[in-house]
């Protein structure tokens, strides 16, 4: 069965899954893999990371103009609370972006990644 999004409905529907990516790491002390994919994907990062102790998110951006040497990665960090701020402000609204969203919360919502339909 497939589901239909516009735009507008595909951001809120990500927020919801934000929200459930925060409360499965705050159980499990853990950052799923979807978490870290939508994170590395909105910001074009090297690495994501959740760090257990001080229970922050790192993610790691080239900052590099060219490819000669090693790359310049810059370190951002915040919050686990802050994931839905973050991801929604960077929330993308081209075709390949809200392509990506749908196969993820298709994936997630159990839907299957192939049954969502942007409109």
């Not at 790491?25 to 994501?48: G, I, T, W």
């Not at 951002?76 to 390949?96: A, M, P, Q, R």
Request: proline letters at 1%; hydrophobic letters at 35%; aromatic letters at 10%.
């Amino acid at each position: 069965m497939a589901a239909y999004f516009n735009s507008n409905q595909l951001r809120s529907s990500l927020q919801e899954l934000v929200k459930q990516f925060v409360s499965e790491c705050e159980e499990c002390n853990e950052l799923s893999r979807d978490c870290m994919e939508l994170l590395r994907h909105n910001f074009a990062a090297e690495f994501v990371m959740y760090d257990k102790a001080n229970g922050n998110i790192e993610i790691g951006i080239d900052k590099s103009d060219d490819f000669a040497g090693y790359p310049e990665i810059e370190i951002y960090t915040f919050s686990l609370s802050e994931i839905g701020k973050k991801v929604d402000h960077s929330f993308k609204n081209n075709s390949e972006d809200l392509e990506f969203y749908g196969k993820l919360i298709g994936k997630n919502k159990g839907i299957g990644s192939n049954s969502v339909v942007l409109m």
